[in-house]
């Protein structure tokens, strides 16, 4: 499954390519991928076309664009740097300016209410799931990761043509996007992924059927709402957008390692309250998102502690160095496109990261420790495995 590296090389992707672009139409080829969505294909079609997508934002493993009408007024600050998309020859002529002596007495004007968008299309990639763009012709500075520039290559899609993947589940139909990209595909193999239009709501907020969700939602305005007040918190819900509002299923996940406004220092105290094995608390998605299997195997073997080390035991500094190590490998991953094993992780071009060659020990079993020289040692771990170094990573005596 995509940690947060993959999805935040994907994030980066649909921010430069499809940001500000307008859901023209929506087509959906497989109804299973939008089996969270309440309402079917159809109600997801209504509530996506002639909307437009004003950022695109990451918490942890979830990857959201919330939503926002053509010709509704919403805060600039909700896009990264929206300056750099911005086009000039949509600015008005001075000529075609209304004289001043003409304009509505100031006193009689209506400020308008500041709104944000209520709703946002949420992604979740499961194993295999992929959000390509198609069309996109893109310039100049492409930042982190691989390019952006779709290849024309054999079996790929192109600005020329209309090709569609085989395993293609739901296509929106853009248009105004600032790289010209005419198509978001999602693709996915193992369906195990999913689309959905989903209710913002404030960080923290409880599940949709507890009875206190049920109370706010009695007196909030509805889902098919194109935009609510500004909330009173102002601290942002997710990398890529200022908006401290999130998708409704994501309002229960923990702030990611990468997130600006993570509490660090209050992280370290929840991680030794708890009493379970480190890998555990790495993989809670309720305590910090966005770290899977892959990636606190190798934080663990960066940070020299062995998986099923009681986290009740663990120094303030062990925790620190585990959580600083998890920090830094999935920077590394990043700068490199994220993880591939397979075809089944791409970024929003259909590229591959390449981390996988850079890999300590996790899918490297009785290979050598790239530190000491001992053979990595594979234990079974949740229907799953966990690699580590004897030497470098002594075992507790609870797991020998």
Not at 8 to 17: A, K
Not at 357 to 362: E, G, K, P
Not at 369 to 376: A, D, H, K
């Amino acid at each position: 499954m995509p940690e947060l590296p993959e999805v935040e090389t994907v994030r980066d992707g649909l921010d430069r390519l499809v940001v500000g672009a307008v859901v023209r139409d929506v087509e959906v080829f497989r109804e299973y991928s939008v089996r969270r969505h309440d309402g079917g294909p159809d109600s997801f079609r209504d509530q996506l076309a002639g909307r437009r997508l004003v950022a695109a934002v990451r918490r942890g493993k979830f990857l959201w664009l919330p939503l926002a009408e053509p010709s509704s007024q919403v805060d600039p600050s909700l896009r990264v740097d929206p300056s750099s998309r911005v086009d000039p020859s949509s600015r008005v002529d001075p000529s075609s300016r209304v004289d001043p002596s003409s304009q509505v007495d100031p006193s009689s004007r209506v400020e308008p209410v500041e709104t944000h968008p209520a709703a946002a299309l949420l992604a979740h990639l499961g194993m295999s799931g992929q959000l390509l763009v198609r069309g996109a012709k893109v310039t100049g500075e492409q930042g982190p990761g691989p390019s952006a520039v779709l290849a024309d290559e054999p079996g790929r899609a192109t600005a020329a043509d209309d090709w569609r993947h085989p395993h293609l589940r739901v296509r929106l139909h853009l248009t105004g996007a600032p790289s010209g990209a005419r198509y978001l595909d999602f693709v996915d193999q193992r369906t195990f992924g999913h689309l959905s239009v989903q209710d913002l709501v404030p960080d923290g907020a409880p599940p949709s059927n507890s009875p206190a969700s049920k109370a706010r939602a009695s007196t909030t305005p509805p889902s098919n709402s194109p935009a609510t007040k500004a909330p009173a918190s102002t601290v942002p819900a997710g990398y890529g957008s200022d908006l401290p509002l999130l998708p409704q299923p994501v309002a229960h996940i923990a702030r990611d390692l990468l997130d600006p406004n993570l509490d660090l220092e209050d992280l370290v105290r929840r991680v030794r309250r708890r009493r379970t094995q480190v890998k555990r608390v790495l993989l809670d998605q309720t305590v910090v998102s966005g770290v899977g299997n892959i990636y606190a195997d190798e934080a663990l073997w960066r940070a020299k502690v062995h998986w099923a080390r009681p986290t009740e035991k663990l120094r303030v500094a062990d925790v620190r160095r585990v959580l600083d190590s998890a920090a830094e490998v999935m920077r590394e991953a990043l700068a490199q496109g994220g993880t591939s094993f397979d075809e089944l992780y791409v970024n929003v071009n259909g590229q591959s990261g390449y981390f996988d060659r850079s890999l300590a020990v996790y899918g490297r079993e009785n290979e050598e420790c790239r530190r000491c020289g001992t053979l990595v040692r594979r234990d079974a771990f949740m229907n799953r495995s966990s690699f580590s170094c004897p030497v470098c990573q002594p075992a507790p005596r609870s797991a020998k």
